[in-house]
């Protein structure tokens, strides 16, 4: 399977997946 | 005189932490937005002139001012009192601002950590700083690329974690 770390879409991609992640733990610890 | 107060001093160390960290990840958009992806267009001829003089030039700025990135900014969030709260992510304190600027200070750490430990010690295997093989060097080209890729994803929440802190929480 082709790493996504090798392209620098995939790269960006998962950077904003992650962002993401971090926004919903803010989220829940703000009590929504 | 008044304008010289802690409050300055603190900014004194952001404004550092700012700049040196602007170094920090613009050379690393710069390696992996810029140098990398021109390399296989570059001829074999004028290669040497970005491994023998640009990139271990690039590297020494990248690699000090991510440890200058790491000082000033621990230094910053001990003069403000929350760097346990913040490494805690919050999670003892409760407040956003913390868990916001605890996010974004893990993520620089396992950046820089990357930076040290993993991307500089195989950077100077592929670019002959260091006795290696070709197999050793194809190896240590390989594990640095992904590394430094590592770092521009991970440098994506970060800021966002980091800006946020200052500005939303």
Same mark, same amino acid.
């Given at each position: 399977?082709?790493?996504?770390?090798?392209?620098?879409?995939?790269?960006?991609?998962?950077?904003?997946?992650?962002?993401?992640?971090?926004?919903?733990?803010?989220?829940?610890?703000?009590?929504? | 005189?008044?304008?010289?107060?802690?409050?300055?001093?603190? @900014?004194?160390?952001?404004?550092?932490?700012?700049?040196?960290?602007?170094?920090? =990840?613009?050379?690393?958009?710069? @390696?992996?937005?810029? #140098?990398?992806?021109?390399?296989?267009?570059? &001829?074999?001829?004028?290669?040497?002139?970005?491994?023998?003089?640009?990139?271990?030039? &690039?590297? @020494?700025?990248?690699?000090?001012?991510?440890?200058?990135?790491?000082?000033?900014?621990?230094?910053?969030? #001990?003069?403000?009192?929350?760097?346990?709260?913040?490494?805690?992510?919050?999670?003892?304190?409760?407040?956003?601002?913390?868990?916001? =600027?605890?996010?974004?200070?893990?993520?620089?750490?396992?950046?820089?950590?990357?930076? +040290?430990?993993?991307? +500089?010690?195989? #950077?100077?295997?592929?670019?002959?700083?260091?006795?290696?093989?070709?197999?050793?060097?194809?190896? &240590?080209?390989?594990?640095?690329?992904?590394?430094?890729?590592?770092?521009? !994803?991970?440098?994506?929440?970060?800021?966002?974690? !980091?800006?946020?802190? #200052?500005?939303?929480?």
């Amino acid at each position: 399977m082709k790493n996504p770390l090798d392209s620098l879409t995939g790269t960006i991609i998962a950077g904003l997946v992650i962002t993401a992640l971090h926004i919903f733990y803010m989220i829940n610890m703000s009590g929504g | 005189m008044e304008y010289f107060d802690n409050n300055w001093l603190i @900014f004194m160390f952001r404004w550092l932490h700012v700049l040196s960290g602007v170094m920090w =990840i613009g050379l690393l958009w710069y @390696f992996n937005f810029v #140098q990398t992806p021109s390399m296989a267009k570059i &001829a074999a001829e004028h290669k040497p002139a970005v491994t023998k003089h640009i990139a271990p030039e &690039a590297l @020494f700025w990248f690699r000090w001012s991510a440890l200058s990135t790491v000082i000033t900014g621990l230094i910053v969030a #001990q003069m403000n009192g929350y760097v346990e709260s913040a490494l805690a992510m919050g999670l003892t304190d409760g407040v956003l601002k913390h868990a916001a =600027i605890g996010f974004g200070m893990w993520l620089g750490l396992i950046m820089a950590a990357n930076v +040290w430990f993993i991307i +500089w010690p195989n #950077q100077k295997k592929v670019l002959g700083m260091v006795e290696a093989t070709a197999d050793e060097k194809a190896k &240590a080209a390989r594990t640095a690329a992904l590394a430094s890729r590592t770092n521009t !994803m991970l440098s994506i929440p970060m800021l966002y974690a !980091m800006v946020s802190a #200052q500005n939303i929480y």
